[in-house]
């Protein structure tokens, strides 16, 4: 077992000090380097698609992904409708969600999902539990809270069953304002200053490679990622993460942060 503190950089940006503290507390020395800002959409004409479209009754299926999705959904619509006229209307179609926090979302709003994505929650596993009731997705209008970027192989997957879609855009990810704690993160890793190299989401590694490409140093950021111990927090990071020819070491028994951090330092520590 290592005895030498491990140094820990993480991408996060939503929960940046809650990370740190994470690290700290599981022994590891942490670098946080926000990677990504959620950029509301200025002019929102998906939502307000999605908003004729359930007034009229035309929508059969909305799938909820995330939670901060679907409260800027609500929040997007409150000059149109209550909360309570949007939720009755939510709740006369068949809703689903792919984790707790949209699940979560929802129940404030005194709306209860029909289906719910097991961990760690990934689209597949979204998919799997349609398929176990054998739910009959033909000619149906299903609306999906997108978060940040499609989800194109679920879009793919529903109009194989027949559906019919209709995205609805939330908001977007967008390199934060200051990408100079960015830039150094991925000198520092190039410099092999780091042992571990935490994920919590694909676009993290989406943006850092994005940046490090206008750096010009896009095969040398590769390069030492591969020589690094990655840990992603789930299988849809790790396959995004795959893309680009690095395969994380592990994941978490659960796709939190928590229990990523303590088990990528338990991971390494061994």
Not at 165 to 175: A, G
């Amino acid at each position: 077992m290592s005895t030498n503190p491990i140094r820990v950089c993480s991408f996060e940006s939503r929960r940046q000090l809650e990370m740190t503290k994470l690290i700290e507390k599981f022994g590891g020395i942490p670098t946080v380097a926000p990677s990504m800002k959620e950029v509301s959409l200025n002019e929102q004409p998906s939502v307000h698609d999605f908003a004729d479209k359930l007034l009229a009754g035309e929508i059969d299926v909305t799938i909820f992904l995330t939670g901060v999705g679907t409260d800027s959904l609500f929040e997007a619509l409150k000059d149109r409708l209550t909360e309570e006229e949007l939720a009755e209307r939510i709740r006369q179609t068949f809703v689903a969600v792919r984790g707790p926090k949209p699940a979560t979302a929802l129940a404030k709003k005194k709306i209860k999902p029909k289906l719910k994505a097991p961990e760690p929650n990934t689209w597949e596993d979204l998919v799997s539990e349609f398929e176990k009731l054998a739910f009959d997705f033909s000619n149906k209008l299903v609306a999906i809270q997108e978060y940040g970027a499609p989800s194109k192989e679920l879009y793919d997957w529903l109009q194989a069953k027949g559906a019919k879609t209709l995205p609805v855009s939330i908001y977007r990810w967008e390199l934060p304002d200051d990408i100079g704690p960015l830039q150094s993160a991925i000198r520092g890793i190039i410099d092999k200053q780091f042992d571990l190299i935490l994920w919590t989401t694909a676009q993290q590694f989406v943006h850092a490679t994005q940046v490090a490409e206008e750096m010009n140093l896009k095969e040398e950021w590769l390069a030492a990622c591969g020589e690094c111990v990655n840990a992603s927090i789930g299988p849809t990071a790790t396959a995004r993460i795959q893309e680009y020819g690095i395969t994380p070491a592990m994941e978490p028994s659960h796709p939190k942060m928590a229990h990523l951090v303590r088990e990528a330092i338990d991971f390494l520590s061994k």
